[in-house]
């Protein structure tokens, strides 16, 4: 009796110390130092009770519409914040000056559309995740000149263009994901300050060709993701530089022809790393380079037999590996 009433003591002096404090309908985890509120009726930022020493908070699929500097300001030591689907319409200038230690900030399937500047300056954020928001423009200034982000996902918003000027703040970015946006165009030159990216991903854009010098600074791309745009046209130089590249995705583009040498500089090509399948190719004379590289290359091709001519009518639907010189040589 007496070493019970002793142990209800020592809790309830935990509790009253404040070192169990946790924010109502959230979880803690002191020994880790985080604390997740997941699916619970929030309207706002819990604020009240959230333990000072958090590293980790997960809030996610709750109704918060907004976060600001404040709220942040109370756990100084926060490294990694996910806020994946909540209703968050708006985040508020300077809104990272409070948690200088923070590194990654997921964002993924809020409401968000237009970002003030300065927006995610002050932490050094290494991982920046906006995917599935409303965001019609990236702007420079949502990040401070000398940003460490290795990994910025914009997927699955409404952007148009591509920003360049962004793009002169993120030497270190090793990862861009830009796929499923609107995209028509790449400018010349602007993806030439991400000299270290390894990873990038612009399927289900609007492309329909690519400049001859856009990825020429990437030497060390190793993933490039096209699937899904309107790719009618590529230079015969556009990959020169990609000896690294492991993986290609070409497939579901309006390319009738592959020009001459596209492949040649591609010496890394993991096996079944080339998708060029759903393209609308016309078996002329000029498929014959294709032709040479697949009978050559075919471990590294993805379902090589399904890559087929759409024209001349006589081919339709051939496989391009199946044609014989006969063929090749009556069409061109
Ligand atoms: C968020 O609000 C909607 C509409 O009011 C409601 O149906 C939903 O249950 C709320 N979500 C949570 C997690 O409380
Ligand atoms: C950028 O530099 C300023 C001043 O040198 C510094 O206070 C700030 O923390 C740095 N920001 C990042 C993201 O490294
Ligand atoms: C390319 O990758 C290698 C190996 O991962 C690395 O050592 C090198 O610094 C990278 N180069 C650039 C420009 O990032
Ligand atoms: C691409 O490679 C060529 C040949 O190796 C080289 O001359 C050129 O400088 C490279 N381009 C860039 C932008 O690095």
């Known amino acids: 009796m007496k070493s019970c009433s002793i142990v209800v003591f020592v809790l309830l002096a935990y509790f009253c110390h404040g070192t169990f404090s946790c924010p109502a309908s959230c979880q803690c985890y002191p020994r880790r130092t985080e604390v997740v509120c997941n699916a619970v009726p929030l309207t706002e930022y819990p604020l009240e009770g959230l333990p000072e020493s958090t590293t980790m908070l997960t809030i996610q699929f709750t109704n918060i519409t907004s976060i600001s500097e404040r709220h942040l300001s109370a756990t100084p030591l926060l490294q990694e914040l996910h806020l994946f689907e909540n209703q968050l319409q708006s985040l508020s200038s300077h809104l990272l000056r409070g948690v200088p230690h923070l ?92 000299t270290k990216l390894e990873r990038l991903n612009l399927q289900g854009n609007k492309l329909e060709t690519l400049d001859a010098n856009v990825l020429q600074g990437m030497h060390n791309l190793s993933y490039l993701f096209l699937t899904r745009n309107k790719l009618n046209k590529l230079p015969p130089n556009l990959f020169q530089n990609l000896s690294q590249l492991k993986i290609l995705s070409l497939d579901d583009n309006q390319l009738s022809n592959i020009p001459t040498g596209l492949l040649d500089p591609l010496n890394s090509l993991e096996e079944d790393g080339l998708d060029l399948t759903v393209n609308p190719l016309q078996c002329d004379g000029k498929v014959g380079y294709l032709w040479r590289w697949l009978q050559k290359n075919k471990k590294k091709v993805l379902l090589a037999e399904s890559i087929t001519c759409a024209l001349p009518e006589s081919l339709s639907g051939r496989s391009v590996m199946t044609l014989t010189e006969n063929d090749l040589n009556l069409q061109s």
Do not use: G, M, Y
């Open 103 to 194: 590194h990654t900030l997921d964002l993924t399937r809020n409401k968000l559309s237009d970002l003030p500047a300065d927006v995610f300056s002050h932490a050094p954020l290494r991982s920046l995740v906006l995917k599935n928001n409303l965001i019609k423009q990236a702007d420079a200034e949502w990040l401070s000149d000398n940003s460490s982000l290795t990994w910025l996902d914009l997927s699955e918003n409404h952007l148009t263009k591509i920003p360049t000027a962004l793009f002169q703040k993120l030497p270190n970015l090793e990862n861009l994901d830009l796929s499923n946006n609107r995209v028509e165009k790449i400018p010349a030159n602007c993806l030439d300050p991400l």
